[in-house]
C-alpha cells in the first residue's frame, strides 16, 4: 500500500507541476498582450485609429484634410478603420501564444477562436459610390471632333411682304406740329 500512496503522491505532485507551468505561461501571454496596440491608416491618410489587444478604441486622429469631406463619409471611415484593426487582434494574439504557451495546447486554440468570433473580419471595402446629385459630372464630345449635322428642318413659308409706307408728297411742309392728327 505505501506504494501506492507514493505513486498518487508523485501523479499529484506532476499535476501541481504542470498546472503551475501553465498558469506561468498563460501570465506570461497576458503580459505580452498587455501592451500590444493595432494602428489602422486609411488610404489618403485623414484617418488613424489604434485600439489595444482588447479591442478598445485607444487613439482616433483626423486630419485637417478630412475636412473637405463628408461627415457622414469620415464617421464611416472612422468605423470601418476601428473594426479593421479588431479584426488583426486574433492573429496577434496567435503570434503571441506561439512565442508563450504554444499553439498545440487545447485552451490556446479555444482562446484564439474566441477571439476570431469577437472580433471577424472587415466585411470587403464597399464600392465608391456615385457623386451626390449635386455633383453631376458631364462627359462633353471633345473639341478635335467635327461639331454633328444640324437636323434637317422643314421649309420655312416665305417671309410677308413688309407693310407698305405711304409717301408723302415732296411739297408737303406739314412737319406734324400743330395739326390735327387725322386729316
Known amino acids: 500500500m505505501p506504494d501506492s500512496v507514493d505513486a498518487s503522491d508523485q501523479?499529484?505532485?506532476?499535476?501541481?507541476?504542470?498546472?503551475?507551468?501553465?498558469?506561468?505561461?498563460?501570465?506570461?501571454?497576458?503580459?505580452?498582450?498587455?501592451?500590444?496596440?493595432?494602428?489602422?491608416?486609411?488610404?489618403?491618410?485623414?484617418?488613424?485609429?489604434?485600439?489595444?489587444?482588447?479591442?478598445?478604441?485607444?487613439?482616433?486622429?483626423?486630419?485637417?484634410?478630412?475636412?473637405?469631406?463628408?461627415?457622414?463619409?469620415?464617421?464611416?471611415?472612422?468605423?470601418?478603420?476601428?473594426?479593421?484593426?479588431?479584426?488583426?487582434?486574433?492573429?496577434?494574439?496567435?503570434?503571441?501564444?506561439?512565442?508563450?504557451?504554444?499553439?498545440a495546447d487545447e485552451a490556446a486554440s479555444h482562446i484564439v477562436e474566441e477571439a476570431k468570433s469577437t472580433f471577424p473580419a472587415p466585411p470587403?471595402?464597399?464600392?465608391?459610390?456615385f457623386p451626390a446629385p449635386d455633383r453631376v459630372r458631364r462627359f462633353l464630345p471633345e473639341d478635335t471632333e467635327d461639331p454633328p449635322p444640324p437636323p434637317p428642318s422643314a421649309p420655312r413659308p416665305p417671309a410677308p411682304p413688309p407693310p407698305s409706307r405711304r409717301r408723302r408728297p415732296a411739297d408737303d411742309e406739314d412737319d406734324d406740329f400743330g395739326g390735327p392728327i387725322l386729316s
Open 11 to 103: 501523479l499529484i505532485d506532476n499535476w501541481t507541476q504542470k498546472l503551475e507551468e501553465n498558469a506561468a505561461r498563460y501570465q506570461a501571454l497576458a503580459e505580452r498582450m498587455e501592451g500590444q496596440t493595432v494602428t489602422e491608416r486609411s488610404r489618403d491618410g485623414s484617418v488613424q485609429v489604434t485600439v489595444d489587444s482588447r479591442g478598445l478604441l485607444k487613439n482616433l486622429a483626423i486630419a485637417e484634410t478630412a475636412g473637405t469631406k463628408r461627415m457622414a463619409e469620415v464617421s464611416a471611415e472612422v468605423m470601418r478603420l476601428v473594426q479593421k484593426a479588431q479584426a488583426r487582434i486574433p492573429e496577434l494574439l496567435q503570434q503571441a501564444m506561439a512565442e508563450t504557451t504554444g499553439t
Open 124 to 129: 470587403p471595402e464597399a464600392e465608391p459610390e
